[in-house]
């Protein structure tokens, strides 16, 4: 039955979460905004509370579901969870523990003996290369079997919270030459000797969360760190499938990160709403758009954009949480929330004018966290060219 | 978010019924509006002819109470949107003026009198098409359709009232048998008048406009129109907020059905259309047009249907439904232009239907009043 409402759960995980937001995370944004680099240690906090509610971002029930029933589970909890953290600041989310993307493919893909001992590490996710952005596919760093272990060359760059996590996820390949088939991950403690945290970038935004640089020069890993099979597929479907299982963790984590620019985005709104009451400008919905004053016209457009984005978001997670497959979908509300995200942050400070622009308020940050969203996991292009070739029925050589 | 609601799961999957209703729906519309939409828009056709066959559907006999004759099914705001969306996706224009007695029908159900029901909803049970609409646009710039110019003024003895003023753009204006208008009383409140024929000092014109041929809009005068006092809508105060309301669920879902059409369209084409030796849609440009297309329709249905389900389960649903009609506004146009410019010079011309559609989801902003879901 048609419901767009949230399940009752999820509209408490919300209010809980946006208390959290309010009162833990909010007092520190502009001090961590300020300080980039320097740990956020009032978040460990922050992450106690939510831990149980986020290691099921991306995993949830791996159990079949009964025919007639519907869940509303992990995926949807997560995304709510994010719209309400990420209200508070996305900085601090980002660069709180067990947040890292490397969290989700383990919890997604590793083994029950891996689940168990990561499972509960803070794990970032190392797959962006100096010469490789979204063509993942190309990546360059090295993986090579030697006796019990693999040895892993090559340099990692953007692995956010690189240099406060404690265990990585890397990205790398047995064999160039085999392609993306012969692209695996492994899980890299840190502290092993040959990575290297070799720099933290400065930012436009997320200052709270550290984005590192990190090389690898004969890291020596076990064996038993591999994520999935060491087979490389010799078939072209083998190939295709095994690519894919690396690729559908971005299924799982798009919604999430798209939940993130409604969270930002819905804090601009909020703020600039306020800002207008106090000047005695309010929406009332009682007229026409056209026929309402232009800064109002201008919040009805953001408000209504800010609301379909938030529903392709809630559909994507529905459908993750049902089974169904929903790559397009993930790529549809990340593109929708992306671009919709740092439109209205943007707006909005143009819409308060000098209030806007100052770091009095928090409005010029939440135009400079929200881009950041429109581009990891996949840029706004990379998320087009998903959906256009689902929907025109394209492979990627025709459509590239 | 933090609304009291029932506690009900987030879902999207259609019940059997609204699965079942869609294939008829769907069938109807690829078989009866799609094949004519040109012709009827060209003047080929005339709309007129066309109506009658909307009759097999039963779309104003499943609302009405079994006692009155109907089949008692109840109103539904999201079966009514999948039906609208269905019927638009066949043509915008025929889906238009196919639903307007349906939306009359259902405002007589929300806010009408027990006489009222009694007397008027039979006349939906005989399995003929009705022609019966509903008017509240008046040929003003400014209008505003909370705040309709309109004047009913109760007569000095409170015997009745007088109505005069213009309303315009209403669906099958010029047949229809009754006409539910919406004006301002004198203290300013707004009010619903049922209209049965053309009483004495109104008057019916044709319309010519930028599209919707087929939905027959025509304007309305009024010239001290006499009613009697059982013509008033309701008992009460008429709720014109939520018969606007109502009517943005319904002008959403046509948009919906409409840009469903585009994005039906511009696939196969582009993806046949050769231009510097490939496919178009091996271009990106073309292909990203394409893939927005599909994500701001997606969430243009999603934006109706939550509007829709929050009124079907009794939950405010005036803000869902405002930004609802401004959302799909916007993004039908959008839809609308790019579904031309896809076709380049060829949508252009009036052999493909896009230069239709185009025209057609322009009245998607404007509509008001109608297509109550």
Redesign the interface.
Known sequence: MINLELAKKHQETFGQVMMLAEHMMRPYSRKYDKEEHTYPKEMEEVAKLIGGARSSATGGSREPIPPGTVVNGGNMGAVVGLFGLCWGDVGLFLGMPGSGLGNAAITAVGTPEQVKKYGGRYAAMCITEPGTGSDSANISTTAVADGDEWVINGEKIYVTDGDRCDTLVVWATLDKSLGKAAIKSFIVEKGTPGCEVTRLEHKLGIRASDTAAISFNDCRIPKENILGSAEIATDAEGRKKAFGGVMQTFDNTRPPVAAMAIGVSRAALDMARDLFKQEGVELKFDKKPVNSGAVEAQLYQMEAEWQAARLLVLKAAWMADNKMPNSMEASMCKAKAGRVGNTITLRCVALCQSLGYSEQHLLEKFARDSKILDIFEGTQQIQQLIVARRVLEKSSSELK | ???S?P?????????DE?RMNRETMQRFASAELRPLSQSVDAGVNPARDFYPKTAELGLTLLPIPEALGGAGVGRSP?SNALIFEDLAHGDMALALGSISPLAFVNTLLDQGSEAQREKFLPLFCSGEFKAVTTALLEPRA?F???APAVTATASKNGEGYSLSGSKCMVPLGMDAELVLVIARLEDGDAAAFIIEGTPPGMTRTAEGNMGLLGAQLATLTFDKVQLPASARLGDSRFDLQRFIDLGHIGICALAVGTCQAV?DYV?PY??ERVAFGE?I??R?SV??M???I???L???R??T??A???AE?G?DF???A???K??CS?HAMKIGTDGVQLLGGHGFCREHPVELWYRNLRAI?IL?GVASA
């Open positions: 978010m933090t609304d609601t506690d009900l799961m987030f879902d999207l999957t259609l019940t609204q999201v400014t505003e359709p909370t994005l696939i582009c993806n496919p849609t091996n990106q292909a990203f394409i893939a927005d599909a994500i701001e997606e969430a243009m999603l934006m249907w939550r829709a389900a929050r389960m939950l005036h803000e869902y405002y930004l609802a401004q959302f916007e902003a008001d």
